[in-house]
């Protein structure tokens, strides 16, 4: 008997372990909630203010573009008509694109908790953060720090530098956790609580001026402990009254020194510190559960980092939490030649899960908005095939599906400018005198729509880029990172052209119709199996009507969608095959009426409108 029980306790040992292998995910899954995922991007600095208290002063700011110190300034009016100067800067008399870059609006982290409920509300299931790490610029790009949380973002920004005062930024024995900090933990709690995961920003590629240790290696020069960290060209000759210090900055500009690389990627300093980073943002209690943590990373410039280290980066990664995820900026190898990456050599289960689906964005624009450059319905489809073919199919259904971002123009105003290049130098008013900056007319925001419908019914994980629920239109970086639109705020009109040309008197107002066309394509897609995790078909590619009509199944479950990217009225046959024939449909959309023969489907669809059909097939 003793020898029988002992047999019967290895043998359950054996298969719950049996059982914690299976359950863990391998090194080259992609995370199966990441397959689900509904994403929204947050540029921190402008989404809500929360906490007028922790507002940015003129030093906070000092260290970034346009390197002055303004003897007038003050944060700005979240309401104010975006193009109107604000009477410090008309007095400086530099003009708009000037003064907006010193500008700051005082979006912060309690802005984001005030505003978790919308997010829910809206359906949205991960939130991807714009740079949330110290730094003296409104977009972060160029981190003073990896391991702080910006104190003008938390609750006591002097208390914050005060704690900073007394570490080792290189040790990070030393490190501490700032009210930033710990408020960010708490974003993160309470956005778990909802079932919402957290994403963000690592830039890995480069830093600012104000970095710790390249402050350190301009002060020391060749005696400083970080002059290896650095892509250093030539040192200062004290000797001189020159400043002879050169170095390589990320496309030349020297506001952001990039880090120094070797066969396996960033140096091994620069490793050990990243390495560190990770840990305290992914598991901050140092438990080993990670439940407390980010959930993954966006990485910036990816493609500019050798891939040896983003090998590296996904082992720490998983050994933190085996369901994190990862994606990278990878889009443009040639810009020139408006060429963008096949990202495949980043998606082979060493690296990234996923990109972000700027190719994808592309093709959208170029059948649903353009004019000169439109595609076809026959050949939007073919496109969509190859794009499918080129990554792992798991890769597929993770990857980033965004229409636009903080570094393009804004989806309403890519329709409004409808053959402008997708990410094209035209792409604001700043660089193309001729770029139309005015609010979307009613049939423009009926193609929005429809390319909502589109996004949210195909293969990948949608991202909406926050504000576009709302109504929020406007060109290419900085335009495309205006003050979010709340239902609860007044706004002024935006009347003022930042050229001093005529334009629209536009009412700028949270458009209620549009968030809840969002909500509910989102809302279909969550209850859809299909939409999630199923396969892909184009069942109709009509030209002459500009219809297109696909297919997705998973299991038992089937969906039809129709979309009508005429401007016009269309009746509209689809074929249905032997699969699809004598199921039961149902409109998940609105109350569109069709008609089902054994082999047709038939709708009539207004202009730039659609219709999502769900059919249930018994087992």
């Known amino acids: 008997m003793p020898l029988l029980r002992l047999l019967v306790t290895l043998l359950i040992v054996l298969t719950l372990a049996l059982q914690g292998v299976a359950s863990t995910p391998k090194l080259s899954d992609v995370p199966a909630w990441a397959k689900e995922a509904v994403w929204y991007q947050i540029f921190p600095e402008r989404f809500r203010n929360g906490d007028p208290a922790n507002d940015p002063t003129v030093k906070d700011i000092l260290g970034s573009w346009p390197h002055d110190e303004p003897s007038e300034w ?95 930024p290189g040790d990070p024995a030393t490190w501490q956790w700032t009210a930033a900090d710990r408020l960010f933990l708490k974003l993160i709690q309470e956005a778990h609580r909802r079932g919402i995961r957290i994403v963000i920003d690592g830039v890995f590629n480069h830093v600012g001026m104000t970095f710790w240790a390249f402050v350190d290696v301009r002060k020391n020069q060749e005696k400083s402990k970080c002059k290896d960290w650095f892509i250093i060209s030539q040192f200062d000759d004290p000797a001189t009254p020159e400043n ?26 620069v490793r050990q510190h990243i390495h560190a980073i990770v840990k305290r943002w992914m598991d901050p209690n140092g438990d080993g559960d990670p439940s407390d943590g980010i959930d993954g990373w966006r990485l910036d410039v990816a493609d500019m980092v050798a891939l040896p280290f983003w090998r590296e980066f996904r082992t720490w990664v998983r050994a933190i939490n085996p369901n994190a995820y990862l994606t990278g900026e990878v889009w443009w190898e040639d810009y020139a030649k408006e060429k963008m990456y096949n990202a495949s050599r980043w998606l082979e289960g060493d690296a990234f899960d996923a990109v972000m689906n700027y190719r994808l964005a592309r093709e959208c624009c170029y059948f ?28 597929n259904y993770v990857l980033m599906n965004l229409l636009d971002s903080h570094d393009t123009d804004r989806l309403a105003s890519q329709i409004v400018n409808p053959d402008t290049r997708y990410d094209g130098m035209e792409t604001s008013v700043m660089n193309w005198r001729e770029y139309q900056i005015r609010k ?18 195909y293969v990948g994980a949608p991202m909406v880029y926050y504000g576009d629920e709302a109504g929020m239109w406007g060109g290419d970086d900085p335009d495309d990172r205006k003050p979010m639109l709340w239902a609860d705020m007044t706004y002024d009109n935006e009347s003022h052209h930042p050229f001093g040309e005529q334009r629209p008197d536009d009412v700028n107002r949270f458009d209620e119709n549009l968030f809840a066309h969002y909500a509910t394509c989102i809302r279909i897609r969550r209850n859809s199996n299909a939409l999630k995790l199923g396969g892909f078909e184009s069942i109709l590619a009509d030209d002459e009507n500009d219809v297109l009509a696909f297919h997705r199944s998973y299991g038992n479950e089937h969906v039809v969608v129709v979309l009508n990217n005429s401007p016009s009225t269309q009746r509209v046959e689809v074929p249905l095959s032997t699969e699809l024939q ?38």
């Open 244 to 269: 002879e210090f050169r170095y390589a900055g990320w496309f030349g500009v020297r506001e952001l020194p990039e880090l120094r690389e070797d066969e396996k990627g960033l140096v091994p300093p």
């Open 74 to 168: 003050g944060v700005s009016r979240w309401t104010a008509d975006w193009y109107n100067l604000q009477p410090w800067e008309e007095k400086n008399g530099k003009g708009f694109y000037y003064n907006v870059q010193q500008r700051r609006y005082g979006g912060d982290l309690q802005g984001v908790l005030d505003k978790l409920d919308y997010l829910q509300q809206l359906g949205i299931t991960a939130i991807y953060f714009n740079p949330l790490f110290e730094s003296p610029s409104l977009h972060k790009y160029d981190a003073t720090m990896y391991h702080h949380i910006d104190n003008n973002f938390g609750p006591d920004p002097e208390g914050d530098r005060a704690l900073w005062a007394k570490e080792d």
């Open 582 to 619: 004598g199921l039961t449909w149902k409109n998940l959309f609105d109350r569109s009426s069709f008609t089902v023969t054994r082999s047709t489907l038939r709708t009539t669809l207004k202009g730039k409108s659609g219709i999502i059909l769900q059919a249930m097939k018994e087992r």
């Open 368 to 395: 649903f908005k353009a004019k000169e450059r439109k595609i076809s319905a026959s050949e939007f489809a073919h496109r969509l095939d190859s794009l499918r073919r080129e990554y792992r199919n798991d890769v």
């Open 440 to 457: 979307p007319n009613v049939e423009e925001s009926k193609t929005q729509k429809l390319m909502v419908m589109f996004q949210m019914t």
